[in-house]
């Protein structure tokens, strides 16, 4: 998983001479947005600073400001932050004395070509990324946006462009800057397209799955764009589904449910002592199958989940009964670090192991497979542990006796029923998983948060691409 923090149209070096002799302050404001962005970079200890665009207000700032983003950008750097630099229209590289042409930024990736010739290639910490983005020039930059289409090689491919997306909200009162549709943006493919020119918030996304964002302007400059600022935090993760999309599911499923009382907390975000392996050939790019939930409005509680799990049972001795379908990291977890909880809970299922044949490979499990020291921990523990295997689960028939209790669920039976009838209409999951393509799945998880701050629980919202 990368993580990077995205901003753009942050238009240092602004003039406002109206202003008369306020203008200082005025100014000194823009880079004290500067600095909460990147002291946001560091106390969230992302990969990659992005800014997509109009970083200057002018394509020859002064000295001074060019001398405060460089000192700020080598801040990244020294903590192993790099900072990607894509020029806009305010600090275009037309000029050619452009600040991106006269000055270096040690450190940063600036993508000043008029074209994609090649994406630039980076590594973090082992994951391939390759990144997209053109300084527009005329006529240098006609095919700029058809060279923005992925490349075939494996790894995390990311867009930075400064444009306008045609058909949304300041489309009709702002410069139709480098103009683009949604559907152009889609074809190339990419896993999340940083964007800039917009000074407004706003996902791009369809579906169900986010492409694209504008962070909007992290200090309003016009009148009008006073209010709450924001930047874009986002974690792309390949292989799997993220620890973040996890705990969104649980909460868009309860609201969907009509239970948002229940309390959800995030868990571990991978086995003890191994790398997370991911089943979306099976559940789907969300993890959820073909589900399409709305952006859950409720957040996840500020506590990790094992201690909640142990607060709950601790509390009600004897009268809990736990429930785990998936792998047993936080079982394991919660075993260790608090050993009555074997001897305080009711009971204890679990969907896992089988008794014949597995799934992963031919003699195990997925959930037992993905973490099984967990497993082992678990299963020694002392307790009763009631198995649902695979060899059981293959057994059980959703037929009319079963759709009939999901009636009286409400929406959420008429949900699965729907889903059940889907699955029956459809081929097997054996000979589905044969024609489906082999693809690299990729989720991308945006967090809208304010410069000021690093809430590690902002809103979410989270999509997949393929």
Same mark, same amino acid.
């Given at each position: 998983?990368?993580?990077?923090?995205?901003?753009?149209?942050?238009?240092?070096?602004?003039?406002?001479?109206?202003?008369?002799?306020?203008?200082?302050?005025?100014?000194?404001?823009?880079? &004290?947005?500067?600095?909460?962005?990147?002291?946001?970079?560091? &106390?969230?200890?992302?990969?990659?600073?992005?800014?997509?665009?109009?970083?200057?207000?002018?394509?020859?700032?002064?000295?001074?400001?060019?001398?405060?983003?460089?000192?700020? $950008?080598?801040?990244? #750097?020294?903590?192993?932050?790099?900072?990607?630099?894509?020029?806009?229209?305010?600090?275009?590289?037309?000029?050619?004395?452009?600040? *991106?042409?006269?000055?270096?930024?040690?450190?940063?990736?600036?993508?000043?070509?008029?074209?994609?010739?090649?994406?630039?290639?980076?590594?973090?910490?082992?994951?391939?990324?390759?990144? *997209?983005?053109?300084?527009?020039?005329?006529?240098?930059?006609?095919?700029?946006?058809?060279? !923005?289409?992925?490349?075939?090689?494996?790894?995390?491919?990311?867009?930075?462009?400064?444009?306008?997306?045609?058909?949304?909200?300041?489309?009709?009162?702002?410069?139709?800057?480098?103009?683009?549709?949604?559907?152009? $943006?889609?074809?190339?493919?990419?896993?999340?397209?940083?964007?800039?020119?917009?000074?407004?918030?706003?996902?791009?996304?369809?579906?169900?799955?986010? @492409?694209?964002? *504008?962070?909007?302007?992290?200090?309003? &400059?016009?009148?009008?764009?006073?209010?709450?600022?924001?930047? #874009?935090?986002?974690?792309?993760?390949?292989?799997?589904?993220?620890?973040?999309?996890?705990?969104?599911?649980?909460?868009?499923?309860?609201?969907?449910?009509?239970?948002?009382?229940?309390?959800?907390?995030?868990?571990?975000?991978?086995?003890?002592?191994?790398?997370?392996?991911?089943?979306?050939?099976?559940?789907?790019?969300?993890?959820?199958?073909?589900?399409?939930?709305? #952006?859950?409005?409720?957040?996840?509680?500020?506590?990790?989940?094992?201690?909640?799990?142990?607060?709950?049972?601790?509390?009600?001795?004897?009268?809990?009964?736990?429930?785990?379908?998936?792998? $047993?990291?936080?079982?394991?977890?919660?075993?260790?670090? @608090?050993?009555?909880?074997?001897?305080?809970?009711?009971?204890?299922?679990? !969907?896992?192991?089988?008794?014949?044949?597995?799934?992963?490979?031919?003699?195990?499990?997925?959930?037992?497979?993905?973490?099984?020291?967990?497993?082992?921990?678990?299963?020694?523990?002392?307790?009763?542990?009631?198995?649902?295997?695979?060899?059981?689960?293959?057994?059980?028939? #959703?037929?009319?006796?079963?759709?009939?209790?999901?009636?009286?669920?409400?929406?959420?039976?008429?949900?699965?029923?729907?889903?059940?009838?889907?699955?029956?209409?459809?081929?097997?999951?054996?000979?589905?998983?044969?024609? !489906?393509?082999?693809?690299?799945?990729?989720?991308?998880?945006?967090?809208?948060?304010?410069?000021?701050?690093?809430?590690?629980?902002?809103?979410?919202?989270?999509?997949?691409?393929?």
């Amino acid at each position: 998983m990368i993580k990077l923090l995205h901003t753009a149209d942050l238009h240092l070096g602004a003039r406002f001479p109206s202003l008369g002799e306020r203008e200082g302050a005025r100014q000194a404001a823009f880079f &004290k947005t500067f600095e909460h962005l990147l002291t946001t970079a560091i &106390k969230c200890e992302v990969d990659l600073m992005v800014i997509a665009g109009d970083l200057f207000d002018r394509p020859r700032p002064d000295a001074s400001v060019v001398g405060q983003v460089q000192a700020g $950008l080598q801040r990244l #750097a020294e903590r192993g932050i790099t900072p990607v630099l894509l020029p806009g229209t305010h600090d275009s590289v037309v000029p050619g004395d452009s600040v *991106y042409r006269r000055s270096e930024f040690p450190g940063a990736i600036v993508l000043d070509r008029p074209t994609v010739e090649e994406p630039v290639r980076i590594t973090i910490r082992g994951e391939d990324v390759f990144l *997209y983005g053109f300084a527009y020039r005329s006529f240098l930059s006609e095919r700029g946006l058809d060279s !923005m289409v992925r490349r075939p090689e494996d790894g995390i491919h990311i867009g930075l462009l400064h444009g306008s997306q045609q058909g949304r909200h300041e489309w009709d009162c702002r410069k139709k800057d480098l103009p683009f549709t949604l559907a152009e $943006l889609k074809s190339w493919g990419l896993d999340y397209v940083a964007l800039g020119h917009y000074h407004q918030f706003e996902l791009l996304q369809e579906g169900g799955r986010i @492409y694209a964002c *504008y962070p909007g302007a992290p200090e309003g &400059k016009r009148f009008g764009e006073n209010g709450p600022r924001y930047c #874009a935090m986002v974690n792309v993760s390949s292989g799997n589904v993220s620890l973040e999309q996890a705990t969104a599911n649980a909460l868009a499923v309860l609201e969907f449910a009509g239970r948002p009382d229940v309390p959800v907390a995030a868990g571990s975000p991978r086995p003890l002592l191994r790398a997370f392996s991911g089943a979306r050939l099976v559940h789907g790019e969300s993890g959820l199958g073909a589900a399409s939930l709305p #952006a859950p409005r409720g957040r996840p509680r500020d506590v990790h989940a094992v201690d909640l799990l142990i607060e709950t049972v601790s509390a009600s001795p004897g009268q809990i009964t736990l429930v785990a379908t998936g792998p $047993l990291t936080n079982i394991a977890l919660a075993v260790c670090r @608090y050993p009555q909880l074997v001897s305080q809970v009711a009971d204890f299922v679990i !969907m896992g192991g089988s008794a014949t044949r597995g799934n992963v490979p031919p003699a195990a499990e997925f959930n037992i497979a993905c973490a099984p020291e967990a497993a082992a921990i678990v299963f020694s523990a002392g307790w009763g542990v009631s198995m649902a295997g695979l060899n059981v689960t293959r057994q059980a028939r #959703a037929g009319r006796a079963v759709q009939e209790r999901m009636a009286g669920l409400g929406r959420l039976g008429a949900a699965l029923d729907r889903a059940v009838m889907s699955h029956i209409a459809s081929a097997t999951i054996g000979s589905l998983l044969q024609r !489906m393509p082999r693809q690299r799945m990729v989720t991308t998880v945006v967090r809208k948060l304010t410069p000021e701050r690093s809430d590690p629980n902002p809103p979410i919202w989270s999509a997949q691409s393929q």
